[in-house]
């Protein structure tokens, strides 16, 4: 044990418990010194304003816990090259711990600051705190990635359990904490407009809202989760996600905390796994945002309609499924889904927009902004991606919306200029006849868009575009 103190950099794992380099920094008595920094730098994506945020309320939970054992947590702005070597520098740190991160410019980065640390006589140790396999400990039989998810998750479940829970860390040495920016110098939260009170109703940010949050799923809806978890309808799956995203809770805990059996652990199990499936691929495919996995992609003709595209975003399609999704992201910076899925659908197919538009809209709308899922799932959806739905399946927002919506309740709750509508209309308000739809408050147009686009013909537009790129 060294006498210097001990760096502990909070990043995407912000959490006291199962926290691998929290334990590893306390477990020798070190004096600790807790850090999170805004991290500015070339090649970073900026995270997104819902994303931003959630961090506040994440960060404000992390400090009270810290300080509750006798730590400050430091926060600093800026390139974390330059941070890092200042504070390791100034306060003479001997060793720094942080949690790996699977973002290649992330990853990147860190390689940068260790070498650094390193040649500076600062020791560093690094772990894997939030995927239970790390990218690259899954391979095929000829050491490669695995582009299709069932053999991946087959290899996955045949590893078994990575490791066990690390308990609520006990005690920790503090450091002299050196000087810290605060939550309010970074104004990362909204103001004029407010538009996050809502999002404020919806969530318990911080580690604390994710013990419960995982307390009141296994207590009241994984009973029934593989039957529930597509319907928006009903509160059926875990919303985790978030949670998940900022690293409050790990996987660990959650495959700890449920039963390691039975239909609706499996199938959690197997959401989970294409989490874990999605960061495969971010691995060995960096660019999973930004570049068509299937680069025969390439050559798709997508329409530029801005006008369509800020329909979409605004949730007035005229489609009322689309329209309870698009309006449930901007108000609670989630959604659901199935209804994710139809919304993405929607705007690759009925609009014909290149997937990189609606992938950037749910970057900077989700709380659960999440680099390898949300590329991951707007490539599967566009047919782009790696075991990806086949492009000749285009949603039908219909028959999408009667099937898991069946008495229109989630359109009702997002929608309500349509609400009076009956169950026939409520999913295609434009077959109601003039006198249901009068009687329902509705004058399609004025009150509710009108479709803007014909169901039919967009999707024989869609079909054509696709079946053209095949050839
Ligand atoms: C177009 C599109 C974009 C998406 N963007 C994101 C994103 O940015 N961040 C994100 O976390 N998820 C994303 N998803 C996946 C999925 O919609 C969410 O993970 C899920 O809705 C979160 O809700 P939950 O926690 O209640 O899920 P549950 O059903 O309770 O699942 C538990 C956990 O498993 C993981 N999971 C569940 N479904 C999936 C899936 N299809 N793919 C990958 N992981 C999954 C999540 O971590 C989730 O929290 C996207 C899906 C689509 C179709």
Redesign the pocket.
């Known amino acids: 044990m060294t006498s210097r103190p001990a760096l502990v950099w909070f990043r995407n794992d912000l959490r006291l418990s199962d926290n691998p380099a929290l334990h590893a920094a306390t477990k020798n008595g070190a004096q600790v010194i807790a850090l999170y920094i805004l991290e500015e730098a070339k090649g970073l994506r900026p995270m997104g304003a819902a994303w931003r945020w959630w961090l506040t309320g994440s960060l404000r939970t992390l400090s009270e816990n810290l300080e509750a054992r006798g730590v400050s947590l430091v926060l600093r702005r800026g390139n974390p090259i330059k941070i890092i070597a200042e504070l390791v520098g100034d306060e003479k740190i001997g060793i720094a711990y942080w949690n790996r991160r699977y973002v290649a410019a992330e990853a990147k980065l860190d390689t940068e600051i260790e070498q650094q640390l390193l040649a500076n006589d600062c020791a560093v140790e690094t772990f894997n705190a939030s995927l239970l396999n790390e990218p690259w400990s899954i391979q095929s039989k000829t050491g490669g990635p695995i582009r299709v998810f069932t053999p991946y998750f087959r290899a996955s479940e045949e590893r078994g359990n990575p490791r066990n829970v690390i308990g609520y860390v006990g005690k920790i040495g503090a450091a002299k904490a050196p000087k810290s920016e605060t939550l309010e110098d970074w104004d990362l939260e909204p103001s004029k407009p407010d538009w996050a009170t809502d999002m404020d109703v919806s969530w318990t940010r911080g580690e604390n809202g994710a013990k419960q949050r995982l307390k009141d ?1 296994l207590k009241d809806a994984l009973k029934g ?1 593989a039957e529930h ?1 597509d319907r928006p309808d009903i509160d ?10 900022h690293g409050e809770i790990s ?1 660990h805990q ?1 495959a700890e905390a449920m039963p390691a059996r039975g239909r609706d652990a499996d199938k ?1 199990r197997a ?5 874990e ?2 960061y495969h691929l971010l691995h060995h495919y960096p660019a999973l945002a930004r570049e068509n996995f299937q680069r025969r992609f390439d050559a798709f003709p997508w329409r530029d309609d801005n006008k369509a595209l800020a329909r979409w975003q605004r949730g007035l399609t005229g489609y009322p499924i689309v329209d309870a999704g698009m309006r449930q992201l901007w108000r609670t910076g ?4 199935r209804v ?2 139809v ?2 659908s929607f705007l690759i197919k009925h609009l014909l927009l290149d997937w990189r538009l ?2 950037a809209w ?2 900077d709308t ?1 709380v ?11 490539q ?2 566009a047919g782009s991606g790696a075991d990806a739905a086949p492009y000749f399946r285009v949603f039908n927002p219909m028959l999408q919306g009667e099937k898991f919506d069946p008495d229109g309740s989630y359109v009702r709750n997002w929608v309500p200029e349509i609400a009076a509508l009956p169950n026939e209309t409520i999913h295609k308000p434009w077959v109601a006849s003039p006198l249901e739809l009068a009687a329902a408050g509705v004058a399609l147009g004025k009150t509710y868009p009108a479709p803007i686009v014909d169901h039919q013909e967009a999707r024989e537009r869609a079909l054509r575009a696709f079946e053209a790129l095949k050839t």
């Open positions: 799923f989760y978890r059926g799956t875990s919303r985790l996600s978030p949670y998940l995203a996987p959650i959690l959401e989970i796994g294409w989490r499936f999605s989630w959604m659901h889904n994710r899925m919304c993405a609606g992938e749910f970057w989700l659960d902004a999440d680099p390898a899922n949300n590329a991951a799932s707007w599967w959806v």
